[in-house]
């Protein structure tokens, strides 16, 4: 009876424990021919293996790319159909040899990958207020003839958001066609408020950018957002940058970082073009009316089933001055992480300084090593991040590689002045990225991002003096006095650097 009832507890004991070694087997072998990076494998190797139940759970909504397999057939094309009907796709003529190397033949890299070229005619303003930058939107809205499209991954409708949508409104009375895309995550204090019913009503077209529900999550990652922000009108202007559609006065403001400081770029000529491309795709594919796909993408006579923005020729002529811009999406719907291939090339390749801001600083090995190894051959680096984020497991996980940093000789600025949100890169004199992608994996491999390539000496100068204004009010890390911290926040940045893959 002894034995019979041992027997029963083994059989009882090993059937989950069969199941849950079987089930771990199964998606680390998936992992492993998924080719993932090295440590972004093994962390979900080691979850999956200790976390019996929730392990398989949250890989299964969190741990595949996926953002449904129609979006990521057809994404690329529908792209390369606007990138045609707008002649975006051609070179036009721009000398990559002017291009100090090797960003001339990486610029080369990006145009075969992405389909977008480097184009020269373009003008820019750089707005750094977020008052500054809604006046500027809610102008170029209300001179709006034609098309009106915005994309946000967060629209918060209060304070001075409010006269955004108010000319949205005043654009569709007067006969714009004009559409909103908003995430369904970033968004919700949107989606949930009276202006999307209000918006409609007027003629306006409000979509969810990736909606979030529980049978979707099956499908497709629950936390796979769009994080892109941009204001295109009439074809003529675009916007693009770090600002999200809110009110800094008043946005998270009981989460104790202060108000949120951002950047945003005007641009007119060739580049509103590019934008619009990303634009129409995305409007596109998150559009649920959307079904014949190979009736929208093949014939022109279906312009009704295309969003809101015209094949006609733009109005605007392009600017006369040269000013070179390239556009790189990124995210899980690309082929490649042509934005992270990108950064750490640059950062290997610079020769006498990287200056980096960021709000969300969590690099994986590969952007360590090529930072550390810029700074020991005599390159200048340095990384501006705010003193305080809205997340204290990413404030813990980035700080775990200050020691390391800070010991090859990279120096480190703590911006004092509030959450600065701002993203942009600046490698020697005349390489800039600027846009929307954080310093982490999350922005390298798993968001829509929106970046500018800028290959221009002014914009690089531009952007200097204004991130030495960050700098200005930054309090920069000491690297003996960063060697004494508590042990205990040695051990929280130890913990969470184990998440950073994840995060």
């Known amino acids: 009876m002894r034995n019979c009832g041992g ?8 059937a989950p424990l069969l199941i849950h070694v079987g089930l771990a087997f199964a998606l680390s072998l998936r992992i492993l021919y998924r080719k993932l990076q090295v440590n972004t494998a093994l962390a979900w190797i080691v979850v999956l293996i200790a976390m019996p139940i929730a392990g398989p759970v949250l890989y299964g909504l969190f741990g595949a790319h ?24 051609r070179a036009d003529g721009v000398d990559l040899a002017g291009i100090a190397e090797p960003f001339g033949a990486l610029a080369g890299s990006i145009a075969r990958e992405s389909g977008f070229p480097v184009l020269a005619r373009n003008a820019y303003t750089i707005l750094t207020d977020a008052g500054e930058i809604l006046e500027s939107m809610g102008r170029d809205i209300d001179r709006a003839q034609s098309d009106c499209c915005l994309e946000f991954y967060i629209i918060d409708p209060s304070g001075r958001v409010e006269a955004i949508l108010d000319a949205v409104l ?18 919700k204090p949107f989606f949930r408020s009276v202006w999307p019913a209000r918006l409609r009503a007027a003629g306006v077209n409000v979509i969810h950018s990736l909606p979030v529900a529980v049978i ?29 559609l809110v ?68 109005k605007a002529a392009s600017p006369d001055s040269r000013i070179l811009m390239q556009l ?105 990225l600027f846009g ?4 982490d994996m999350r922005s390298f491999y798993l968001n829509l991002e929106l970046s500018l390539i800028l290959y221009d000496r002014q914009i690089s100068a531009d952007l200097d003096t204004i991130i030495d204004t960050y700098a200005a009010r930054s309090t920069m890390i000491d690297k003996a006095a960063w060697s004494t911290r508590p042990r205990t926040q040695r051990f929280l940045e130890n913990l969470l650097r184990l998440a950073g893959p994840l995060l």
């Open 7 to 14: 027997a029963d507890l083994i059989s009882s004991i090993s």
């Open 66 to 89: 996926s953002l449904g397999q129609r979006r990521l057939k057809i994404g690329q094309r529908i792209r390369r159909y606007y990138q045609k009907a707008y002649a975006v796709a």
């Open 170 to 187: 005043r654009a569709a009375s007067r006969g714009v066609s004009c559409t909103i895309l908003a995430d369904d995550y970033g968004s």
């Open 216 to 244: 979707k999550s099956f499908s497709k990652r629950s936390d796979l957002r769009n994080h892109r922000k941009l204001l295109i009108c009439d074809r003529s202007v675009a916007y693009t940058g770090s600002f999200n």
């Open 247 to 314: 009110d800094p006065h008043l946005f998270k403001s009981g989460s104790h970082v202060g108000e949120w400081i951002d950047l945003m770029m005007r641009v007119e000529g060739q580049m509103v073009d590019a934008i619009a491309c990303v634009f129409n795709a995305d409007a596109l594919l998150d559009t649920p009316e959307s079904k014949d796909w190979r009736t929208v993408i093949g014939n022109r006579a279906q312009d009704r089933d295309l969003p809101a923005l015209p094949f006609d020729a733009r």
């Open 328 to 432: 790189l999406p990124s995210g899980p719907e690309m082929a490649d992480a042509t934005i992270f291939e990108f950064i750490v090339a640059a950062i290997f390749n610079a020769r006498r300084r990287v200056r980096i801001v960021t709000p969300y600083f969590i690099p994986d090995q590969a952007v360590l090593l090529a930072l550390k190894s810029a700074a020991k051959r005599g390159v200048a680096v340095e990384i501006i991040v705010p003193e305080k984020v809205d997340t204290r497991i990413g404030q813990y996980a980035s700080e775990a590689s200050y020691e390391e940093l800070l010991g090859a000789g990279v120096a480190i600025g703590r911006f004092t002045g509030g959450l600065l949100h701002a993203k942009a890169v600046l490698i020697d004199e005349g390489v800039t």
């Open 436 to 439: 929307t992608v954080n310093m």
